[in-house]
């Protein structure tokens, strides 16, 4: 796996900093993925097969935060559509959260959509207010809602997006 970027996180109540990078997701870390996603996003986990093909989308990218000692830290996926993106995963797991690690994630996605996209727009529940207020913080704007959305439960999705100056 190459090297994308070299940083550290330091777990809440502790003095120990986590070194990470951010690597391409492979097959490798297929299983890790969806386990760290069926704790994050039931009853909407990515599955292994879903991610085995959007692996193989050339129109798709992974990223994952990945511990020197090899632990999963996190994740991003991001599909284009000629110059839209649409940031479909996000999952960083709860130790790790509220450390800047989900930013670095994302950064990577913003970093490319202001060379090569005009908008990029995510979809995320409703009721998940605290997922809202970190793409604000970002630059994200809600700009509208698509009704039910997402399943079990039924719910609303709240669409975001940031418009880059191309």
């Known amino acids: 796996m190459s090297n994308i970027r070299r940083e550290t996180v330091t777990i809440p109540n502790s ?27 039931a009853p909407d986990p990515i599955s292994e097969e879903e991610l085995r093909a959007q692996l193989e989308n050339l129109n798709a990218s992974y990223i994952a935060a990945v511990s ?9 996926g991001l599909q284009v559509v000629l110059d839209e993106g649409y940031l479909v995963n996000l999952t960083v797991k709860e130790r790790y959260r509220r450390q ?19 908008f990029l727009t995510l979809t995320c529940r ?25 399943g079990e439960p039924d719910e609303d999705g709240n669409l975001m997006t940031l418009k880059f100056g191309r």
């Open 126 to 150: 409703a009721s998940h207010h605290g997922v809202q207020t970190f793409f604000r913080k970002l630059g994200f704007e809600s700009v509208g809602v698509r009704s039910d959305f997402f």
């Open 15 to 41: 003095s120990q900093p986590i070194p990470y990078r951010l690597v391409p997701v492979d097959g490798t870390m297929v299983a890790r993925i969806a386990a760290l996603d069926r704790l994050n996003h």
């Open 68 to 76: 020197d000692s090899g632990e999963l830290l996190g994740y991003a």
């Open 100 to 118: 800047g690690l989900g930013t670095e994630l994302v950064n990577v996605f913003l970093r490319f959509g202001q060379v090569n996209l005009s």
